[in-house]
C-alpha cells in the first residue's frame, strides 16, 4: 500500500469515529430531552433510519418568559415559516403535502403583513411585503385571485369525495359511475351507437318543413346542425327572445367517419356526402334569405313533444339571423337533392353528435371534429365590442376572458347558450388510470347547473348568505344615492338618461350562481331533469342531459321571464362577477368562487364585507353607466384625469362604488382605500410582453386601480 493511501485511510477512519461520537452524542441528548419532554423525535420509526434528529420544545410556561407581543408574533411567524407574508404553512388536508395557503383574517380582513408601511404608494403601503417576496416573469399575478386555480380544485375534491358508484344517488353520481364502466370496460363505441339511436328516430326529412324541424331537434341536443337556437335579448323589449343563428355545415370526411362508426349502410354514407357537397357548392349569389317561417320550423323541432308544450301560449315569437349561410344552403340544397339525401344528412349530423359526445370521454384517433363555423355577428354594442375570444367551458358556459369584461351584453348570452358538444371535447383521453379525472370533468361539462349548486354549498355558509342579502340591499340603495350626487351622477350628459339609470339600479336583482330556488339570489324555477334509466349507457345520459339543459334554458323564454333568470355564464367556481346589461335593465350575477376571502367571509365585520364583496357588487352596479354614447365627455376627462383613456368604463364603476362605500356610516375613505388596494394589488411580470397587445387595456392596470381609487377618495371625500 501507498503511503499516501495509508493516510486517506487513516483520515477516513477518524472521520468515522468522530462522525459517530457525534452521532451517539446526538442519541444520547435525544434520549434525555425526550425523557424531559422537552423535546421530540424526527425519526421516521423505520429501520432504514437511523437518524437520532429532534426538535425541540417550548412548554408554555417558556413562551410565558417573552412578552404577549412577541409571543403573538413568534407564533405567526413559526406559523409562517417559509411561506410569503400573508400565507401560512399549511397541511393538505387531501393530499397530506405541505403548502403555503392564504392566511385567513377575520373579523378585520385587512391583512397587515403584507403592507410596507413605508411604501410610497398605497399599493406598497398596503401589499408591498406580498408583491416583493415573489416574481414573475409575464403577465400579472393579483393577490385577491391567485389561489382562484385552487379553490377550484378544493371544490373538485368535495365532488371526488362523493364519487363512490355506490354512492351513485344524484344524476351526476350516476353519469359518473356510468362514464368509469364505460372505460373500464372499453364499451365507448356501444355506448356511442346507443346514443345515435336515440337521436335517429326524432329525425325526419319528408318535407322541408319536417327537415327544418329534424335541424330544431339536432340543435336541441346540442349537435352540428346547420343552425343553432341560443337565448337572446329582444331589440324592443326586455324578454328573452328564442335566436335561430348559423351553424356548421358539415365536412364530407365527418360525415363518412361517423355515420361508418355507427353502423349505417354505404348508401346512406354516399346520399349523406352528396348532399353535404352540394350544400357546399352553391355560390354565395345564389343564396335566398332565411325566412321566419323557417325559422319557426327549426324552433319548433326543439321543443315539440316536450313538456315545454304546457307552458306555451299562441304565438311564439323567433329573432333569427337573416344571414343564415348554413341554413341557407341546406334549404337550397333539399330543393336539389330531395328529401331522401337530406333525412342521410341529418342523420350524419346525430352521428357525429354522438361522437361529439363521444369525444369528451375519450379520443377517437383521426377523429376530425367539426370545426365550428359562425360568420362574425355584426352586433352594435352598446359598450365596447367583445373582441376577446372565448371558449366553451360547458354546455351554456363560457370560459370566462383573460381580461375581465365584466359588463356582459346579449352576445355573450347567445354566445354561452350555443356551446356545442363537440365544442367540450377532452383534452385528454381517458383510460383506466385517468377515467376518474376524464369523467369528473366531462360531467363538469354536461351537469353545468348542479356544479354551480355543490360550488355554492361548498363556499357560502348560509350565515353569510344572510349578510350578502341584506347588504345587497344596502349597496343598490347606496349607489343610487350616488348616482343623484353629482360627483358621478355629472358622468351623464342628459338629466332623463341619469335617472333611467339611476331606475335602472333599483330594479336590479342581485344572483348568486347555485343559490338554492326560491331564495334571496336564486332561480325561481327547478331544473326539470331528463327521463334516465339504468340501461342508459354514459353517452346517452350526455345527450339526454343536453336536451334537459337545452329547454330549461327555454323555459324563460316562453314564460318571459325577467332577465335574472338566466343561468349563469361562466362556471360557478370561477373568482368573478358581471352584470348583464341591456337597455331597459340589469341583472348582477356574482359566481359563488368569488365569495371566498379576501372578498368575504361570514365572521367579516361589517366595514370589512362591505368595502370588498360590497365594492365588486357597486361597482357592478354602477355598470349601468357603461353606454358611453350618453357621457359628458369633458367631465369624464377631468373626473377621471389620471386614467388611461380605455379604461373609463370601468374606472367609473370603481369610482364609483368607492364614492356609495362612503355612504357607509361606519366606513372611511381610509378603510375603503386600504380593502381595495388590498383587492387590486399583484405582482406584474419583469419582462417585457412578448407582442405588444393591439386592443388598449380595459381594466385600470393591477396596483395602479387601487391607488386611484385611494386618489380619488382623498380628494373628494375627507372622512
Ligand atoms: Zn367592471
Known amino acids: 500500500m501507498h503511503e499516501?493511501?495509508?493516510?486517506?485511510?487513516?483520515?477516513?477512519?477518524?472521520?468515522?469515529?468522530?462522525?459517530?461520537?457525534?452521532?451517539?452524542?446526538?442519541?444520547?441528548?435525544?434520549?434525555?430531552?425526550?425523557?424531559?419532554?422537552?423535546?421530540?423525535?424526527?425519526?421516521?420509526?423505520?429501520?432504514?433510519?437511523?437518524?437520532?434528529?429532534?426538535?425541540?420544545?417550548?412548554?408554555?410556561?417558556?413562551?410565558?418568559?417573552?412578552?404577549?407581543?412577541?409571543?403573538?408574533?413568534?407564533?405567526?411567524?413559526?406559523?409562517?415559516?417559509?411561506?410569503?407574508?400573508?400565507?401560512?404553512?399549511?397541511?393538505?388536508?387531501?393530499?397530506?403535502?405541505?403548502?403555503?395557503?392564504?392566511?385567513?383574517?377575520?373579523?378585520?380582513?385587512?391583512?397587515?403583513?403584507?403592507?410596507?408601511?413605508?411604501?410610497?404608494?398605497?399599493?406598497?403601503?398596503?401589499?408591498?411585503?406580498?408583491?416583493?417576496?415573489?416574481?414573475?416573469?409575464?403577465?400579472?399575478?393579483?393577490?385577491?385571485?391567485?389561489?382562484?386555480?385552487?379553490?377550484?380544485?378544493?371544490?373538485?375534491?368535495?365532488?371526488?369525495?362523493?364519487?363512490?358508484?355506490?354512492?351513485?344517488?344524484?344524476?351526476?353520481?350516476?353519469?359518473?359511475?356510468?362514464?368509469?364502466?364505460?372505460?373500464?370496460?372499453?364499451?365507448?363505441?356501444?355506448?356511442?351507437?346507443?346514443?345515435?339511436?336515440?337521436?335517429?328516430?326524432?329525425?325526419?326529412?319528408?318535407?322541408?318543413?319536417?327537415?327544418?324541424?329534424?335541424?330544431?331537434?339536432?340543435?336541441?341536443?346540442?349537435?352540428?346542425?346547420?343552425?343553432?337556437?341560443?337565448?337572446?335579448?329582444?331589440?324592443?323589449?326586455?324578454?328573452?327572445?328564442?335566436?335561430?343563428?348559423?351553424?356548421?355545415?358539415?365536412?364530407?370526411?365527418?360525415?363518412?367517419?361517423?355515420?361508418?362508426?355507427?353502423?349505417?349502410?354505404?348508401?346512406?354514407?354516399?346520399?349523406?356526402?352528396?348532399?353535404?357537397?352540394?350544400?357546399?357548392?352553391?355560390?354565395?349569389?345564389?343564396?335566398?334569405?332565411?325566412?321566419?317561417?323557417?325559422?319557426?320550423?327549426?324552433?319548433?323541432?326543439?321543443?315539440?313533444?316536450?313538456?315545454?308544450?304546457?307552458?306555451?301560449?299562441?304565438?311564439?315569437?323567433?329573432?333569427?339571423?337573416?344571414?343564415?349561410?348554413?341554413?341557407?344552403?341546406?334549404?337550397?340544397?333539399?330543393?336539389?337533392?330531395?328529401?331522401?339525401?337530406?333525412?342521410?344528412?341529418?342523420?350524419?349530423?346525430?352521428?357525429?353528435?354522438?361522437?361529439?359526445?363521444?369525444?369528451?370521454?375519450?379520443?377517437?384517433?383521426?377523429?376530425?371534429?367539426?370545426?365550428?363555423?359562425?360568420?362574425?355577428?355584426a352586433h352594435a354594442s352598446a359598450t365596447r365590442p367583445h373582441t376577446t375570444k372565448t371558449g366553451a367551458a360547458a354546455l351554456g358556459r363560457l370560459v370566462p376572458p383573460d381580461e375581465e369584461h365584466d359588463a356582459v351584453t346579449e352576445e355573450t348570452l347567445l354566445n354561452a347558450s350555443t356551446v356545442r358538444l363537440s365544442a367540450l371535447s377532452a383534452l385528454a383521453s381517458a383510460d383506466r388510470t385517468s377515467a376518474r379525472e376524464v369523467c369528473l370533468s366531462a360531467a363538469k361539462r354536461v351537469f353545468p347547473d348542479e356544479f354551480d349548486r355543490i360550488a355554492f354549498n361548498a363556499l357560502v355558509t348560509p350565515r353569510l348568505y344572510e349578510r350578502l342579502g341584506l347588504l345587497a340591499d344596502e349597496i343598490r340603495e347606496a349607489t343610487a344615492a350616488t348616482l343623484n350626487q353629482d360627483t358621478i351622477g355629472s358622468i351623464f350628459a342628459n338629466n332623463a338618461d341619469r335617472l333611467a339609470a339611476r331606475n335602472k339600479i333599483l330594479a336590479t336583482k342581485v344572483r348568486i350562481a347555485g343559490a338554492p330556488r326560491g331564495t334571496w339570489a336564486g332561480i325561481d324555477r327547478e331544473f326539470r331533469r331528463p327521463d334516465i334509466t339504468s340501461d342508459d349507457s354514459a353517452l346517452t345520459i350526455i345527450v339526454k342531459q343536453a336536451r334537459a339543459v337545452y329547454l330549461d334554458r327555454l323555459l324563460p323564454v316562453v314564460t318571459n321571464a325577467n332577465i335574472c333568470e338566466h343561468p349563469a355564464l361562466y362556471a360557478g367556481v370561477s373568482r368573478n362577477a358581471y352584470l348583464l346589461l341591456t337597455s331597459g335593465s340589469a341583472c348582477s350575477m356574482i359566481l359563488p368562487g368569488l365569495i371566498v376571502p379576501p372578498f368575504a367571509d361570514e365572521r367579516y365585520d361589517d366595514a370589512s364585507l362591505v368595502t370588498r364583496i360590497g365594492f365588486v357588487m357597486a361597482h357592478e352596479f354602477m355598470h349601468v353607466t357603461a353606454y358611453r354614447s350618453q357621457w359628458n365627455e369633458a367631465y369624464a376627462q377631468t373626473l377621471m384625469s389620471n386614467y388611461p383613456e380605455s379604461t373609463y368604463v370601468e374606472a367609473v364603476a370603481d369610482i364609483g362604488a368607492a364614492a356609495s362605500m362612503m355612504r357607509f356610516a361606519y366606513v372611511t375613505n381610509e378603510t375603503t382605500c386600504a380593502s381595495v388596494s388590498q383587492l387590486f394589488c399583484g405582482r406584474v411580470g419583469w419582462m417585457p410582453p412578448l407582442w405588444t397587445d393591439p386592443e388598449p387595456p380595459w381594466h385600470p392596470p393591477t396596483n395602479v386601480r387601487g391607488d386611484n381609487v385611494c386618489a380619488f377618495l382623498r380628494t373628494y371625500f375627507t372622512r
Open 4 to 377: 499516501a493511501q495509508f493516510g486517506l485511510l487513516v483520515s477516513v477512519a477518524i472521520s468515522l469515529f468522530f462522525a459517530l461520537i457525534g452521532h451517539v452524542t446526538v442519541c444520547a441528548e435525544l434520549h434525555n430531552c425526550v425523557d424531559k419532554g422537552t423535546c421530540y423525535s424526527l425519526n421516521s420509526g423505520s429501520v432504514l433510519d437511523p437518524s437520532c434528529s429532534f426538535r425541540t420544545t417550548v412548554t408554555p410556561a417558556g413562551y410565558a418568559l417573552l412578552n404577549a407581543s412577541v409571543q403573538y408574533d413568534a407564533m405567526q411567524r413559526l406559523n409562517r415559516g417559509v411561506c410569503s407574508p400573508g400565507l401560512r404553512q399549511q397541511v393538505d388536508s387531501v393530499t397530506g403535502d405541505m403548502t403555503c395557503t392564504r392566511k385567513r383574517s377575520w373579523p378585520s380582513a385587512l391583512i397587515e403583513e403584507i403592507g410596507d408601511p413605508n411604501g410610497a404608494t398605497d399599493h406598497e403601503r398596503y401589499c408591498g411585503k406580498w408583491i416583493d417576496a415573489g416574481s414573475i416573469a409575464y403577465g400579472e399575478e393579483m393577490w385577491a385571485w391567485y389561489d382562484a386555480k385552487e379553490t377550484e380544485n378544493d371544490v373538485d375534491n368535495v365532488v371526488r369525495a362523493r364519487g363512490a358508484a355506490r354512492m351513485a344517488a344524484t344524476d351526476l353520481g350516476k353519469f359518473r359511475a356510468s362514464c368509469r364502466s364505460m372505460v373500464a370496460s372499453n364499451s365507448a363505441g356501444a355506448s356511442a351507437k346507443q346514443a345515435y339511436d336515440l337521436l335517429s328516430p326524432g329525425l325526419d326529412a319528408n318535407s322541408l318543413d319536417m327537415a327544418l324541424e329534424s335541424v330544431g331537434f339536432l340543435a336541441s341536443h346540442y349537435c352540428d346542425a346547420p343552425a343553432l337556437v341560443g337565448v337572446g335579448i329582444g331589440t324592443y323589449d326586455d324578454w328573452f327572445t328564442a335566436k335561430v343563428v348559423a351553424g356548421t355545415v358539415l365536412s364530407t370526411q365527418s360525415l363518412r367517419n361517423a355515420l361508418y362508426v355507427v353502423g349505417e349502410t354505404r348508401a346512406v354514407r354516399d346520399e349523406a356526402v352528396a348532399y353535404a357537397n352540394a350544400m357546399s357548392e352553391f355560390l354565395y349569389t345564389a343564396m335566398e334569405p332565411t325566412t321566419q317561417d323557417q325559422a319557426k320550423a327549426v324552433l319548433r323541432g326543439t321543443y315539440r313533444g316536450t313538456w315545454i308544450v304546457g307552458y306555451l301560449g299562441p304565438s311564439m315569437n323567433v329573432a333569427y339571423d337573416a344571414h343564415n349561410g348554413p341554413l341557407e344552403r341546406f334549404v337550397a340544397a333539399y330543393a336539389a337533392q330531395g328529401s331522401a339525401k337530406a333525412q342521410s344528412y341529418v342523420k350524419g349530423v346525430a352521428a357525429v353528435c354522438s361522437l361529439a359526445a363521444q369525444s369528451m370521454v375519450v379520443a377517437e384517433t383521426g377523429q376530425m371534429l367539426p370545426a365550428y363555423f359562425r360568420p362574425k355577428m
